[in-house]
């Protein structure tokens, strides 16, 4: 079965740039009728909380993911700790005593000569005599993962064939020295221990999936296959940070973005679909393919997001609002058709319902108080439909001679208050005339 996996860490809250990769493993496992795994890497004690869990999969749940299996690194100890094991008893997994000052100095050495800073493998060369000394001095060495320094070729999904060399870089620190263990062996060991079929993650990961692949055949596991999107970036190309709070999925969801407007800017921004709106994640997953996805940059635009919102909200059928207008007691469908052109975000319903239901201060200036005494007197009888406010504004032109603006101004600001807003056409039939009559008085 087609299994991916989506695994943040718990230290910050998502943001936009994180919504990406959880969205497109998301559409791609229901496009292949496969398993979604949320996977917290929570090894981090120091700055994974308990908050930050229930934070990320609340954002998940808003986008409208909701995982197949869950699981937690930190209930997984014991899986990494027999990896780590097999690969020491095969001679992969070796200690290495430098401190970070004495791997520093090595680094920096290497660069005054031209050269690439990387790992020397020292470690390899030290005597039992070197090794007591350093475990005599209290000394605990870090453990690295031994390459074969060898071409690793791969076909990503997105970008195609790859190549990446394991002889450019340091053997990777697997297991730090106080046991603790790095991003990379319980990654993969989570990978093979659940199946996973497909890798879909952002390109800054491109060059770890050579020391990843060469992990996974050391542990006899399956190497799933890669896919690797371009990043979400802000607009002037800047990477977005969750540990800023870079327009998390927190604020946007409180400034009252509706999730799909941000699930389509996460998703379809960067690719060669137009991002426009889409009813739900399963509407998006009809249109959006891997294939999609370009091999240029990814830009945020606020204001595209800003407008999209609109439009989905203008474009909003009523049975799709209706519960949020239950929950505001404003359950009418005649009073959303007439409102939803005039809304930024949801919540400005509730404002602009009180057009209807008052109270509202009439504006009137001096010079339209005898245009609006004739516009009382020319108000038809009921009942009223959308075809009102066109008779009576024309009844009115005929006895005024007023048109355009002055015409239908000083109707919008002493029925509203308001210098704009809904249509009135729609708006006065909610209304009514007694309404009416009172606001142009």
């Not at 009439?362 to 406010?389: F, H, K, Q, S």
Request: hydrophobic fraction near 40%.
């Amino acid at each position: 079965m087609t299994t991916v996996r989506y695994a943040p860490s718990p230290t910050g809250r998502l943001h936009l740039g994180n919504a990406r990769p959880a969205l497109m493993n998301w559409l791609f496992a229901r496009a292949n009728a496969g398993r979604y795994i949320l996977r917290l890497d929570d090894t981090d004690t120091a700055r994974s909380t308990e908050a930050f869990a229930r934070g990320i999969e609340q954002d998940l749940n808003w986008l409208g993911i909701t995982p197949d299996f869950k699981v937690r690194q930190s209930d997984r100890t014991a899986l990494y700790d027999a990896a780590r094991d097999r690969l020491i008893a095969s001679g992969r997994l070796y200690p290495a005593y430098e401190t970070e000052e004495e791997l520093d100095g090595k680094r920096a050495r290497a660069r005054l000569l031209g050269r690439p800073p990387v790992y020397d493998r020292a470690a390899l060369k030290l005597t039992p005599e070197q090794i007591a000394k350093y475990e005599a001095e209290g000394r605990k060495p870090h453990w690295r993962f031994r390459l074969d320094g060898r071409p690793v070729a791969f076909v990503d999904l997105i970008k195609g064939p790859q190549t990446v060399n394991t002889a450019s870089m340091s053997d990777p620190v697997l297991v730090r020295a106080d046991g603790t263990y790095l991003y990379t062996l319980p990654s993969v060991v989570d990978d093979i221990d659940l199946g996973i079929t497909h890798v879909i993650r952002g390109e800054d990961h491109v060059s770890n999936t050579g020391n990843q692949t060469e992990i996974f055949e050391a542990l006899g596991g399956a190497v799933p296959t890669f896919a690797h999107h371009n990043l979400l970036t802000g607009a002037e190309g800047e990477g977005l940070s969750k540990r800023i709070g870079s327009l998390s999925l927190m604020e946007l969801r409180e400034a009252g973005y509706e999730p799909m407007a941000v699930a389509a800017v996460a998703v379809l921004t960067g690719t060669s679909l137009p991002v426009e709106p889409y009813p739900d994640l399963a509407a998006m997953g009809q249109a959006f393919t891997l294939d999609a996805v370009s091999h240029g940059s990814a830009r945020f635009d606020p204001a595209e997001l800003a407008s999209l919102n609109t439009r989905m909200l203008h474009q909003m059928p009523y049975e799709a609002a209706r519960a949020r207008l239950v929950a505001l007691g404003l359950d009418s469908e005649p009073l959303w058709l007439a409102l939803r052109g005039n809304l930024s975000v949801f919540s400005d319903i509730a404002d602009l319902a009180t057009l209807v239901s008052g109270p509202v201060t009439p504006v009137v200036a001096n010079e339209d108080r005898d245009y609006l005494a004739t516009a009382r007197d020319l108000l038809p009888a009921e009942p009223w439909d959308e075809t009102t406010w066109s008779k009576w504004t024309e009844a009115l032109k005929a006895a005024t001679g007023r048109k355009g603006r002055a015409l239908f101004h000083p109707l919008r600001l002493a029925l509203t208050g308001r210098e704009q807003g809904p249509e009135l056409r729609s708006l006065l039939p909610l209304l009514g005339r007694r309404a009416s009559l009172a606001r142009l008085s």
